[in-house]
């Protein structure tokens, strides 16, 4: 019986002065390079991944404990 996975990524939100200078170099490099990517505070947020990796679908209620229980 297989089971579902899903993608996770573990990830820091750093304050909002330091998402604002992220997101105006993000900006600059966008226009110069013509990006398509660019950061902003709604869908493509500045954030600092802390682990990536796949889990079951039925650990995903111990995963959030965890970390709640790790970022106080």
Known sequence: MEE???SLNIA???P???RNKAIEFSEGVSLKFLSEFVLNN???IPHISLYQ???PLR???KIEDAVREVSG
């Open 4 to 6: 579902g996975l899903t």
């Open 12 to 14: 820091v939100i750093p």
């Open 16 to 18: 909002l002065e330091i």
């Open 42 to 44: 709604e869908d493509k």
């Open 53 to 55: 990796a796949g889990f």
């Open 59 to 61: 650990n995903i209620g």
